[in-house]
C-alpha cells in the first residue's frame, strides 16, 4: 500500500504533500523484529523448535510487531500534521516519544502476559517483559528516525523540484513577455519606413507592404521556439533586408565574414540578430551622402553586428526596449548576455552562439 501525507491526513495543507512508499520495508522489518526480538530476548524459555507452540509463537510475536509498527506509523503521521521539525522541533520529538513510549510499552506488556499465560509458562517473567517493552521502544525510536529522515530528504527534494519549477515557470513567463515586445517593436519601425515610403514612391511602399507581411509570418512562425538554426535567422534577415533596400537603396550595405564559418553549425534565439541589425538601422543616419555600412562577422562562436556610428541628424521616438529586450531574452535563454561596446567610431553588438553539437 503506497501512503502519502495527503492520504492520511487529507485536510492538511501545511506541510507538502510527500509520496511514501513503505509497503515492501514493512514486509521486510515486521517478520523481521517479530522473529528476531522473541529469540535475542528469551521469551521462548524453555520451548524448542519440536514444540508446536514454539512455531505458533513467531506468527504471535510477528503479529505484535504488525501492531506495533502500524499503530507507531499512524501515529507518526498524526504528529506530522501537528507538528514539523522547523517551527515546533522540541514538541515534535516530545510527542513522538509520548506516542512511542504510551503506546508500545503497555501493549508489549499486556502482550507478552497473554502469551505466558497461552503458553503455559508457570509464572510470569517480569523481567524479561520489561527488556522486551525496553528493546521495542527502543525500535520503534529507531524505525521513526528512519521515516522522518526519509520524509525530509524527500520534502527537500519536493521543495528543490518546486522551486526549479517556479523558477522555469517565471523564466518562460518573462521570456513569453519579452517576444510579446519584439511585435510592436518592429511594427513601430516598419510602419515609420512605411510612412517615409509612401510620402516618397508609392510603388515603392506598395512592395513594401507586400514584402513586410513575409517577414511578420516569419516572426509570428519563431514566436514559440526557443531557438532556431543561425541559417534560418539569415535567411530572415535577407528578407529584412530586401525591406530596408526599398527605403535605403545603395545608401545602407550589408555585408559577411564568416572566416570559414557555416551558419549551419550553431543556434540562436530567434529574430536576434534581426534586433542587432534593426537597432543600428534605427539609430543611425543612412543617406547617400551618409551610407551605412553593416558588417556580420563569426568568430569562435560569437556572432558580432558592427556599424560606424553616424547618429541621426533628426531625433526620432524610441521605445528603449530593443536591445535590452535582447540582453534579457539571451540570459534566460543562453545564460549568457549580449556584449555591446562603442570602439574607434564603431557600436559593435555581440551575440553568442549555441554550437549545434550541444
Known sequence: MTSTGKDIHPDESELPEVELNDKTIRLIGIPFFGIVIPNVTGIFGDLTYRDGKYWAGYIFFILLAAIIWQGNRYLMFRTRKRFTWFDKPIEKLILLFMNNIFYTTPLTIAWICMWYRWAGFDFIHWDTILIV??????????????????????????????????????????????????????MFNSLNSLSYLISTDTSKAILFTENLADVYRYIL????????????????????????????????????????????????????????????????????????????????????ISNKIQPKRSIQHSSKIGLKNLDERFKIITGKGIYTRNENGKFNVALPLIPLSN
Open 133 to 186: 517493552a525496553l528493546v521495542n521502544v527502543i525500535c520503534v525510536l529507531f524505525v521513526i528516525h528512519v521515516y522522518e529522515t526519509v520524509f525530509m530528504v524527500k520534502e527537500q527534494q519536493s521543495e528543490q523540484v518546486k522551486n526549479a519549477e517556479l523558477s522555469r515557470a517565471k523564466a518562460e513567463a518573462e521570456l513569453e513577455a519579452l517576444k510579446n515586445q519584439i511585435d510592436p517593436h518592429f
Open 221 to 304: 512562425a519563431q514566436k514559440e521556439r526557443t531557438l532556431v538554426l543561425l541559417e534560418d535567422e539569415f535567411n530572415f534577415m535577407e528578407k529584412y533586408a530586401a525591406l530596408l533596400k526599398l527605403r535605403f537603396g545603395q545608401a545602407l550595405d550589408i555585408q559577411k565574414s564568416f572566416n570559414g564559418t557555416t551558419t549551419k553549425e550553431y543556434l540562436i534565439p530567434p529574430i536576434s540578430a534581426f534586433v542587432a541589425l534593426e537597432n543600428a538601422v534605427k539609430h543611425n543616419e543612412i543617406s547617400e551622402r551618409d551610407p551605412l555600412l553593416v558588417s556580420l562577422s563569426i568568430t569562435n562562436g560569437i556572432l558580432t
